[in-house]
């Protein structure tokens, strides 16, 4: 985000107009209060939806009886910066009061959770990272950029950017994985697609990188937990993707609720101003997240809400997210002196300079055509992009004898009630979907002329239908379950101590493995699960996750081969929850995990994920040949031939690895480097060719300085990032 001199003379302009109320209002974010029958910020009733406290029915029937405070006396008087909203008529009035009404004309900025889409909802981070497709990334957060400018939001929370390494917790749908490096180059793509296409205002918006920082790192897979960690753990693996946002120009960011190594991330002022705003250089403002600054008191972090207040402003928050301490608070802690000016000052520059950013003063409206074109409907081309985005995100995790794909000539039953639930296909972190643009798996494949017939017989919630289970593995041919997780069992609020199926799901594929009747086995989740007895005992399994609003369409192809599933997986799959967190780009330790006894095991458990980080399989079968490594001054130039040994077309993810053998800190036994979507034709062969700066192979030591160090190197490249060819090279730097 860069702003020309005109508009960092504007910004100065405006600043020096402004009264002490009216900077301090610019700190403030406010939700719509619904009132009467709810009385709870909106912003709570948002996370009661997505975490399943409350269904859609539920959140439409409040929503339509009560009223919504949207605080218009606050806004006339200059107190609110920014409103959280999806309405776009409702955006058009509040920006018509803070325009016309208000003393100064001061815009809105109006954030939204646009996490995976808003109403073109595709599939959730962990899914969509599992494309490896940077393109993929950038085009889908470019849609949802344009989705929200017609509804009135100029300012996405999105892209969630935290490595997440614990499937216990539930945030893991909605971020890009476990590794640093495929995180990096998902910020980037979220960061071009949401604010780089300025050719109308229409079609950006600010993003809103989050949650800073490590906030995966959670102890015990517990959301809102403490996390600790080194300082070179930190650097290396959860501030990667945020210095790549940064590096992008990402316009905000949204601290996170946890604690770092004892410091709340909220006021945290060696992360927020010393790290972020300094080493990083962010240029927009920093936001809290929800009720966070006053969850610093329950942090044990500040005496009260004054206190929390105070060391926020001090630390480097620049906009309070719904608590009112700033707005209500702050101003008398400036006059006394507590907080000094400059520290306000610098605050709502940054939150003025987004605005101009967006072109907020010129053009705060939606157009009515824009409106109205969205009440009639999705556009064409988002719909195919949702579709494209969810073919490209499933993962084939196991496929024995070929079952799949199956033949239109083959009659399914169709078992698992998550496959005949349209409005479960979204997943976490989508509240704007219409249902009738949902496609269930049941629909999809209906749609696709399958052979099929839809029986319940349970989910993952509720009891098993034995009368349906006996009618579906009497009639079909081949079976095909739809098991995994609701909505709301993944997302905010929702770690899970035990990441197995949940409910009964289990004892109904095993009753129908007991048919003899061939079972394919389709995940709708949020989540790795822990599939350790699944994995053993199923012969196909096609990881699903939640898709988008045509995961059914995709999910259709993919069983029917009209597509051939191209994922590899984002995130390690733990065979037991008890070997969480599990992750591929692990130390290796003294005593690496074997199958002798003193060595980093378990008794009762694999030491290693069942499902790795970069798996995934095809339709077609690739052999990697030839690796070559050779030297340049600055960088390491591979070379490899890969060839689509099966029979029919596919695409590939080429992954390349590199192992600092020996350094001054411990290093993973693997860390991926790069990574390239390779489709070839059956019996196509071709040279694949990586450039890797020698920059690349350093890493940052517990001072938060970059070290590289002269020595042994092992290059890997494969299709997984356990099954590589390698080699090794000495070097000097
Ligand atoms: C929530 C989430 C955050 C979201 C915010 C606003 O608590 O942690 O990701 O953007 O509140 O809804």
Redesign the pocket.
């Known amino acids: 985000m860069k702003l020309t001199q005109k508009q960092k003379t504007f910004v100065e302009d405006l600043l020096k107009r402004m009264t002490l109320e009216e900077k301090i209002g610019q700190m403030n974010q406010e939700s719509p209060s619904i009132v009467g029958g709810f009385d709870v910020p909106f ?1 709570e009733l ?2 009661m939806l997505t975490d399943g406290r409350l269904s859609q029915e539920e959140f439409e029937k409040i929503l339509s009886t009560a009223k919504q405070d949207y605080h218009e006396e606050d806004i006339r008087a200059g107190r609110v910066g920014s409103v ?1 909203g999806q309405d776009p008529r409702k955006a058009n009035e509040l920006q018509k009061i803070a325009m016309e009404e208000s003393r100064l004309g001061i815009p809105l900025i109006i954030g939204f ?1 646009v996490i995976h889409g808003l109403r073109s909802v595709y599939p959730i981070a962990i899914a969509e990272a599992c494309s490896f497709d940077d393109s993929l990334f950038e085009e889908t957060a470019r849609m949802a950029a344009r989705e929200s400018r017609a509804h009135g939001i100029n300012w996405n ?1 999105a892209p ?1 950017i935290d490595a997440a390494r614990d499937s216990r917790w539930g945030r893991v749908s909605e971020g890009p994985g476990e590794d640093p490096c495929l995180g990096s180059h998902f910020a980037r793509a979220k960061i071009r697609g949401l604010q780089n296409d300025r050719s109308s205002v229409r079609n950006y918006v600010a993003a ?1 990188t ?2 800073y920082v490590a906030y995966g790192a959670c102890e015990s897979g517990r959301d809102y937990n403490t996390t600790s960690m080194s300082v070179s753990n930190l650097y290396n693996v959860y501030l990667p993707a945020f210095r790549a946002a940064m590096d992008e120009g990402a316009a905000t960011v ?1 601290a996170a ?1 946890n604690d770092l190594n004892g410091i709340p991330c909220t006021v945290n002022r060696w992360l927020l101003r010393d790290v972020l705003k300094g080493e990083m250089g962010l240029e927009g403002f920093v936001v809290s ?2 009720n966070a600054i006053r969850e610093c008191v329950a942090h044990g972090i500040a005496e009260d809400d004054r206190d929390a207040g105070i060391q926020a402003a001090i630390a480097g928050m620049d906009m309070d ?1 719904g608590t009112h301490i700033y707005k209500d608070l702050l101003q008398a802690e400036v006059e006394k002196g507590t907080v000094p000016m400059a520290v306000v000052d610098e605050a709502v520059r940054r939150i003025l300079s987004v605005k101009v950013w967006l072109g907020l003063f010129d053009d705060p409206y939606v157009p009515e055509a824009d409106i109205e074109a969205y009440e009639k409907g999705l556009p064409a081309e988002h719909i195919a992009l949702c579709r494209r985005a969810a073919e490209e995100s499933m993962v084939l995790l196991k496929n024995e004898g070929d079952l799949l794909p199956l033949s239109r000539k083959q009659k399914i039953s169709l078992v698992g009630r998550l496959a005949d639930m349209a409005d479960e296909v979204c997943g976490a972190w989508a509240m704007a979907w219409k249902k009738e643009d949902c496609v269930s798996v049941r629909a999809g494949l209906e749609a696709a002329g399958a052979d099929v017939q839809y029986y319940p017989c349970g989910g993952p919630e509720g009891e098993l239908d034995e009368e349906e289970i006996a009618r579906a593995c009497t009639e079909g041919d081949v079976i095909v379950a739809v098991v995994g997780e609701t909505d709301a069992m993944s997302g ?1 609020a929702s770690s899970r101590a035990d990441t197995g199926l949940p409910g009964r799901q289990r004892e109904l594929l095993e009753r129908l493995l007991r048919s003899g009747k061939p079972v394919v086995t389709v995940l709708m989740n949020g989540r790795p699960l822990a599939l350790r007895w699944e994995a053993e005992q199923l012969p196909a399994i096609l990881e699903a996750w939640h898709l988008g609003i045509r995961m059914g369409d995709a999910v259709a192809a993919a069983l029917l081969g009209d597509v051939s599933p191209s994922g590899k997986l984002a995130s390690s799959f733990p065979a037991v929850t008890g070997q969480c967190p599990v992750y591929y780009n692990h130390p290796s330790t003294g005593r690496p995990g074997s199958r002798s006894k003193f060595t980093s095991r378990y008794l009762d458990a694999p030491w290693d994920a069942l499902f790795p980080f970069g798996h995934g399989l095809s339709y077609t079968s690739f052999a990697y040949s030839g690796l070559r490594v050779g030297e340049t001054a600055d960088s390491l130039e591979i070379a490899l031939t890969l060839k689509n040994s099966g029979g029919r077309e596919g695409t590939e993810v080429v992954q390349l690895y590199t192992q600092d053998v020996a350094a001054s800190l411990v290093r993973p036994v693997k860390e991926l480097k790069d990574y390239l979507r390779v489709s070839l034709a059956a019996g196509e062969e071709r040279e694949i060719r990586f450039v890797l700066p020698k920059s690349d192979l350093g890493f940052y030591d517990n001072t938060g300085a970059y070290r590289l160090e002269d020595g042994l190197f092992r290059i890997s490249v494969g299709g997984s990032s356990r099954d590589t060819l390698e080699q090794e090279i000495r070097l000097q730097f």
Do not use: G, L, R
């Open positions: 912003s948002i996370e959280m959770d929370f969630m809103c989050k949650h949204m609720f997240d929800a997210m905010e």
